[in-house]
């Protein structure tokens, strides 16, 4: 039994200025009850993987519409496993030709949603993926828990 919400970071990658869709998206996680952290625009996946492990999220929600999404999204994974932090969800959203779809759901991205995909969908998909982590990295690691 879960005893703490769903954490996501929601993050924009890369040169894409285009947010509208990460903010809904954030929007209908953060009205079904899960901790959402918007990170904005511009991030780099670095900077994703450093917020996700300092906020200890169970996910990272990245969108990217500039077509960068097999660099964007296979640094992200591929960081969260150099933190030893691969327990960390990935999904995400965006333009994504079919073809990249099946590769980056090989290289360890969870889940990709495209246009027209319902909000209630998102939602049902993480609150069923992604909330089913209990146990928080810190929680395992640190000498002040019992």
């Known amino acids: ?25 954030a ?4 009205d079904a009850g899960v901790e959402v952290i918007y990170t904005g625009l511009h991030q780099t996946p ?5 917020t996700a492990v300092q906020e200890d999220a169970d996910g990272i929600g990245l ?8 660099t964007l999204f296979t640094e992200v994974v ?4 150099q933190e030893d932090a691969s327990d960390i969800v990935v999904f995400g959203g965006g333009i ?3 073809d990249d779809m099946a590769a980056l759901l090989q290289q360890g991205v969870a ?13 049902e998909w993480v609150m069923t993926h992604v909330g089913r982590r209990t ?7 640190s000498p002040y828990v019992s």
């Open 96 to 98: 994504i030709p079919q």
């Open 63 to 70: 969108s990217v519409l500039s077509g960068a999404h097999m």
């Open 78 to 81: 591929k960081l969260l496993k």
């Open 27 to 30: 929007r209908a996680l953060r």
């Open 135 to 141: 146990v928080h990295r810190r929680a395992e690691t």
């Open 46 to 50: 670095a900077q994703i993987v450093a």
């Open 1 to 25: 039994m879960r005893t703490t919400p769903v954490r996501i970071v929601v993050a924009k990658p890369g040169l894409d200025g285009h947010d509208r869709g990460a903010k809904v998206v």
């Open 111 to 123: 889940a990709l949603f495209t246009p027209g995909t319902s909000m209630e969908q998102v939602v």
